[in-house]
T-cell receptor, first 113, second 112 residues
Framework: SQQGEEDPQALSIQEGENATMNCSYK?????LQWYRQNSGRGLVHLIL?????REKHSGRLRVTLDTSKKSSSLLITASRAADTASYFC?????????????FGTGTRLLVSP | ETGVTQSPTHLIKTRGQQVTLRCSSQ?????VSWYQQALGQGPQFIFQ???????GRGNFPPRFSGLQFPNYSSELNVNALELDDSALYLC???????????FGDGTRLSIL
């Protein structure tokens, strides 16, 4: 079963606007990661945030993590048409000795020119 | 380009048949994980291999099995195929089990 829940399920914006996606999870985690998936392709790792971190930046990406609320957000600034994809959060839990990633159901982002 | 390749890209099988999917990881990546992604869903963890030994398993029945070889290639085998096995199967590799994973583009399996 999926652990993470992304919100919204779908998001449609114009180029240049910011896109914010949220992820909630259920159990204590080691790390939380965000991945992008273009249609019919594999997943591309975007960013990893550890459970003791609260915010992380990578280029136009900003990720926050609130372990007390078991939630994370991904902000993409100044979006481009090439950002059109599905975005997934993935967590690996404290109770596993290996990186068993548990993915959410994803947010489908459409960026129109 | 992640350096992880999967074959075939598409496959059609019928119920009850057996299938073998293949993955070639980046050189040096000792860890490979397999995921099943149903349409419109996120990937679900099947199992992970580290240095040719199973290193963990998700909630999949024993008819899902795997192998990892010393040359950084691996296989996912599924016996007695069911209609619900129709999905995109993804493999992902990393140097160690606790590092970010690099995904291939998957094999789209359709069961008729």
């Amino acid at each position: 079963s999926q652990q993470g829940e992304e919100d919204p399920q779908a998001l449609s914006i114009q180029e240049g606007e910011n896109a914010t996606m949220n992820c909630s999870y259920k159990t204590s985690i080691n790390n939380l990661q965000w991945y992008r998936q273009n249609s019919g392709r594999g997943l591309v790792h975007l960013i990893l945030i550890r459970s003791n971190e609260r915010e992380k930046h990578s280029g136009r990406l900003r990720v926050t993590l609130d372990t007390s609320k078991k939630s994370s957000s991904l902000l993409i600034t100044a979006s481009r048409a090439a950002d059109t994809a599905s975005y997934f959060c993935a967590t690996d839990g404290l109770d596993t000795g290996f990186q068993k990633l548990v993915f959410g159901t994803g947010t489908r982002l459409l960026v129109s020119p | 380009e992640t350096g992880v390749t999967q074959s075939p890209t598409h496959l059609i099988k019928t119920r009850g048949q057996q299938v073998t999917l293949r993955c070639s990881s980046q050189s040096g990546h000792n860890t490979v994980s397999w995921y099943q992604q149903a349409l419109g869903q996120g990937p679900q963890f099947i199992f992970q291999y580290y240095r040719e030994e199973e290193n963990g398993r998700g909630n999949f029945p024993p008819r899902f099995s795997g192998l990892q070889f010393p040359n950084y290639s691996s296989e996912l085998n599924v016996n007695a195929l069911e209609l619900d096995d129709s999905a995109l199967y993804l493999c992902a590799s990393s140097f160690l089990p606790n590092q970010p994973q690099h995904f291939g583009d998957g094999t789209r399996l359709s069961i008729l």
